[in-house]
Each structure stands twice: as C-alpha cells, then as structure tokens.
C-alpha cells in the first residue's frame, strides 16, 4: 500500500467512528482520574465513621487511610498540593499504626494526652482535605473545566461541626445526629463524582511511577499492623517477673502460732517473713475454701444434672453421651483454687489473706485480680506475691500492677467507697505449681462487727485484647464468663464481746 492509498485508508476510518460514542465504561477505563478520585472518597468515607463493634473502629479506619495514600499516590506528579497530601497520608499511615501499637498496649494513660492526637489528627486530615481542594482547582483551570460543586469545601465544614458538636451538650443527641449523617452521606456521593467530571481533563494527569501494586499495598500495610498489635499484646499481656529465689522461712513461733489457729500449712508456706510478723498476735480465725473452673468451650453442659429414670437406662442416650463430652472436656479446662482467711487482730483489726493456686492449667496471658474491703474505716495492705516452683527451686516475684485506692462503686444500698487492691497475673512458662496470695488489714469498729469481702478473679485464655484493659477493669467486667467472683463473710469476735459486755454494763 503506497503513502496515499495508506492515508485514504486513515481518512475512511476516522469517517467511519466519527458518529460512534464510546460506552460509559470504556469513558471510565480511560478517565485516569476516576481510580485515585474513588479511593480518596472511600477513604475518607472509612476514616469519618465508627462502628464500635467487631473491631470496625479499628480495621475501617485502617482500610480508610491506605486507600487515601494510594489515591494520593497516583496524584503525586500532578502538582505540589497532590504532592504534599502525598506525605500528609503517608504520615497519617505512621500514625495510624502507631496508634494501634498505643491502644493495645498502656501507652495513653492520661486524657489529655489522647484528646490532643485526636485533635491534631482532625487537623491534618483538614488540611489534607484542603490540599486536594486546591490541586483539583489547579487541574480545572488548566482544562478550562467548570466545576459543578465543592464537596471537598463540605467536607471541611462537616468535619469542624462535628468537632464543635463533639464538645458540645449535643454530642449525644439523635436530633443532631441524624442531620450530620444525612449531610456525611451526601457529601460523599458528591466526592465520588468528581472522578467522572474530570474524564475531560484527561490529557492533563501525569501518571506516577510505583513499585508496589494497590493490592501489596493494602496486603503489606494491613499486615504489618496486625503482626504489630499482635506483638504488643503478648508483650504486655506477660510482663516479665522480678523473681528471687524464696528465702528460708523465719518467725517459727508466729508461724506455730496461725497454725495452731488453723491456717493451712501451704498457705503458711508462702508467707514472706515480714508478712508473718504482721500477723503477730492473731487470736481468732475464720476460713473459707471455693474451687473455680474456667469454662473455655461453649455452655456449661458439665453442671447437667440427668433425671433418675434416665440415669438408669441400660444404653447410653444421646443427653447422656453430650453430658459425657461435657465433662471430659470440663476436664481440661483451668482450675484455681481460693482460700480466704480472717484474722482478728488486736487494737480491732482484722487481717485478710486471698490465697490462690492453679490447680490445673496456669496463668501466662495477664490474669487480673481485684478484693473489695467494704469497711468505711479503710485499709491497708500488707503484701502481695507470686510464688510457682521451676528445677526443684521455689521462686517468688512481687505481684505487677498493684495498685491500691478507693473506688466509688454503686452496689445494692447505693454509692459507697470502698478499698480495692488490684494486680496482674503471670507466670512465666515453665512455672510449676503457681500460686499467689494478697494480704492487707481492715480497721473496725463496733459499727462493723460483722462484713464481707470479695476476691474477684479473670482468667485471660489469650493475650489478645483490644483496647488495653488494666487489671482493675478486667476483674470488673461482671457480665463476663471468665470473671469469678469469690464472697465471704468474717465476724469480729472479740470486739462483738466487748461490745456486748458494755450493752450488758450500761443496762
């Protein structure tokens, strides 16, 4: 085909398509702008809403802000705001994880210090929101293309209202709720058009190079945030222990003492001397011994009592075969055993000693225990260890977390102050035989002859929680199956028969 013949061929051609329009998905494939535009949106889309349940508030967030790199990623050669929302998103994709790292781990515990990194993350993504604003008036301008609206100015405004309702009496209103979701909504799908009124400007996007696809991305990002927080929570779930070898027992003669009172050999046996000595003087005892199971499968089929007819039957019924499972697998499941000890002192005190040992399975994934001393004249403790034996050595730690202080709880009579001691658990792996105790004294009156306590225990089968919890808010969760929770009661004697010989004296 010669040069003319080669052009007239061109000229039928062009003449042939030049009354065909192209369908709107072939618009799409080569509208550059419509990718990096709609990841943007579902980004922001992610990043503006929570979901308090399944993890969402964690996870969209973190699907919200690697879209946005890769939107702006793809963006990044078409001017410096696209460039520098670039680097604000990556920064954002630091932070995010980071932040993840914080909520699993006890790294915000002050208020303030969380309500300032939420605010300064409101403002970045303003400005990040202001940055793409301004590159896309750019691209406009250069493609003389008249934009039919401004979401992006929207979405600023959206974002300073609801930071303003935030502090406001109406943050937790459904009157203004509605209205601002309503507004998020419509917003949105006007951000999600803006890709499709730049198919114009088409011949104006500069494409960016990568080296990473959107999918290793997102695959790599996500990733590496789940291994992080994952890792934080083993590492705070088991804090490593200050152990020490024990030490010999001293105080023979104390010790003689609370065992002629009836405090049990093995619970005298990991009693730190200075301990011992506090409990110098002791002259009435009261003790009380509960075995907890953790149920770690589903339901509580171990504890089905089978009628009498059925129990006798010669073959093995379907209930009676369910139970039987029930049971072996009951069987596995971690036993602890509580011994709680009064101690009526003189000068009208009153020791408390919560002794606890595995009985079956252990505590390695931060377990948590809390004891309540309703007592209104107060408490003090005297001391807390963990004690387990390795390689035929016994070995003691002191307990970590401990706290103490008052707590203002509402219980069936109404608010009341009371002492709460709290700590964490675990051992390291490996221990045998663990155990651990909490020792601390009341201070009574005639007003308190008679009370109660309670030892509150939660079992952690993994190290995985988020967000982080302290021990005292673990051992409070009251609605959950691997709480126990152990009462008992203590009688002062010798002050009910003083009081009573100065009612007998005064009639």
Not at 282 to 311: C, S, W
Not at 332 to 355: G, I, K, Q
Request: glycine share 8%; net charge negative.
């Amino acid at each position: 085909m010669t040069g003319p013949e080669r052009d007239e061929f061109d000229r039928m051609i062009e003449q042939d398509i030049a009354g065909t329009v192209p369908a709107q998905s072939v618009v799409e494939e080569v509208n550059p702008w419509h990718e990096p535009i709609d990841r943007i949106a579902w980004g922001l889309t992610l990043t503006g809403f929570t979901l308090n349940f399944l993890y969402l508030q964690y996870l969209l967030p973190a699907v919200g802000v690697v879209l946005q790199y890769l939107g702006f990623r793809a963006l990044r050669r078409n001017g410096a705001a696209f460039r520098a929302a670039w680097v604000i998103s990556m920064v954002r994709l630091i932070w995010f994880a980071v932040f993840l790292v914080l909520e699993a781990t006890p790294g915000l515990p002050v208020v303030g210090i969380d309500l300032a990194a939420g605010l300064t993350s409101l403002v970045v993504q303003v400005v990040q929101l202001l940055l793409l604003r301004a590159g896309l008036r750019q691209v406009y301008q250069k493609a003389g293309i008249t934009p039919q609206s401004d979401p992006l100015r929207s979405a600023v405004c959206w974002q300073i209202v609801c930071a303003v309702l935030a502090f406001s009496p109406l943050a937790h209103s459904w009157l203004v709720g509605i209205p601002v979701i309503i507004a998020f909504v419509c917003i949105v799908r006007a951000l999600f058009r803006l890709g499709g009124e730049l198919s114009q400007a088409g011949y104006c996007f500069v494409a960016a190079p990568v080296r990473l696809s959107a999918g290793w991305v997102k695959l790599c990002y996500l990733g590496g945030c789940l291994m992080l927080v994952l890792a934080a929570c083993v590492l705070v779930s088991h804090p490593p222990l200050d152990e020490t070898p024990m030490e010999e027992h001293g105080e023979t003669e104390i010790r003689q003492q609370l065992a002629d009172l009836g405090v049990p050999d093995e619970v005298l046996a990991d009693l730190a001397d200075e301990d011992v000595r506090a409990l110098d003087g002791a002259f009435y005892i009261e003790r009380y011994e509960e075995m907890q199971t953790f149920h770690t499968g589903k339901g509580h089929e171990d504890n089905m009592v089978l009628p009498e007819a059925e129990a006798e039957l010669p073959h093995a019924s379907p209930r009676s075969e369910q139970r039987d499972k029930a049971r072996a697998a009951a069987d596995r499941c971690p036993m602890l055993r509580v011994h709680t000890v009064y101690l009526e002192l003189p000068e009208d005190r009153m020791a408390v000693l919560n002794w606890f040992r595995w009985e079956r399975g252990s505590a390695y994934w931060g377990d948590a225990f809390r004891t309540v001393a309703y007592n209104d004249l107060g408490a003090e403790v005297v001391g807390a260890r963990m004690v387990y034996d390795r390689k035929g050595i016994t070995y003691t730690a002191p307990v970590p977390d401990l706290t103490d202080g008052m707590v203002t709880a509402n219980g069936y009579f109404g608010m009341r102050d009371s002492r709460q001691i709290s700590g964490t658990v675990s051992y390291p792996f490996g221990a045998e035989n663990p155990r651990g105790y909490v020792l601390y004294v009341m201070y009574l009156d005639e007003n308190s002859l008679y009370g109660g306590t309670n030892f509150v225990y939660y079992h952690a089968a993994h190290p995985f929680r988020l967000p982080y919890l302290t021990p005292l808010e673990r051992a409070s969760r009251t609605f959950d199956d691997a709480v126990w929770n152990h009462y008992s009661n203590y009688s002062a004697q010798r002050l009910y028969e003083q009081t009573a010989a100065q009612m007998d004296d005064e009639l």
